[in-house]
């Protein structure tokens, strides 16, 4: 297991600092990212509830989904390894008028100091840019507070998903940035299920994303050959201890 501060790949944080420019144009770089938002931000509503809950965005990025949950009157808390991915989400919630507090760190170093105390965890499109995703998915763990809810959502490692995350939205369609994603770091459903169980968290849900890259519609669905989500719940009795 990669010690707590070295789960960084600095080539993935150069590459999202890289892009920053482009984190709020809906059909820029990250046309994917705000193509699926509606229903991640729907999918954390429903099951765990906003309005007053404390809310840890865990490579919050350019704050698209972080800025979201603020709307719904949760007091949320977005980390990011990019300094320029915060710049462009502290910028973009000013002028908004929105309220987020946005800090430069990894969950493993927040965990350190924070340990249980969000009522809700989010760590969407993550876990396939860092070295140890079991490591992140224990420190995101650390982080919820017993009873909270984790959400986790990212790309499964499919030759289906190969060829429509990959193949067409970056190369072909260029609605996510080319070598955003590479294969062998793509992660299974049943592998983050695992490193859940590992961490001390109850699967609640398991719910495929449907995506169309072509149209951008987006909804639920069965299968998580491509696109997935995650809830856990928090089922331990006290805070885990920071290693
Ligand atoms: N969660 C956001 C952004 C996803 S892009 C969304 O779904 O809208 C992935 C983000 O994770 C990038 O902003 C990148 O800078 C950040 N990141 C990569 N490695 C990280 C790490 N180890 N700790 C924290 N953030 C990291």
Request: proline share 5%; aromatic share 8%.
């Amino acid at each position: 297991m990669a010690p707590e501060s070295s789960n960084v790949d600095p080539q993935e944080i150069h590459r999202f600092g890289a892009m920053s420019g482009g984190w709020w144009d809906p059909r820029g770089q990250f046309k994917g990212l705000h193509d699926i938002n509606p229903v991640r931000l729907a999918y954390v509503k429903e099951r765990a509830g906003l309005a007053g809950r404390t809310v840890l965005d865990v490579g919050c990025g350019g704050g698209l989904l972080a800025e979201a949950m603020a709307r719904q009157a949760a007091l949320v808390t977005g980390i990011d390894m990019a300094p320029e991915a915060l710049a462009a989400a502290r910028q973009h919630a000013a002028d908004a008028g929105v309220s987020v507090d946005y800090r430069q760190a990894t969950a493993e170093r927040w965990a350190q100091r924070y340990s249980g105390a969000y009522d809700i965890v989010t760590c969407m499109e993550l876990v396939e840019h860092v070295p140890d995703p079991a490591a992140l998915v224990a420190a995101c763990a650390r982080l919820a507070r017993p009873g909270g809810s984790l959400f986790f959502a990212t790309v499964n490692r499919t030759p289906l998903a190969y060829l429509l995350v990959i193949l067409a939205a970056e190369y072909l369609l260029r609605i996510v940035h080319k070598g955003t994603h590479q294969y062998h770091k793509l992660v299974r459903p049943e592998e983050l299920t695992y490193w859940g169980h590992e961490a001390g968290l109850t699967l609640a849900d398991l719910s495929g994303l449907r995506y169309n890259p072509f149209g951008g519609h987006t909804r639920l669905c069965r299968s998580t050959q491509m696109n997935y989500l995650i809830y856990f719940n928090n089922h331990r009795a006290t805070p885990s201890r920071t290693s």
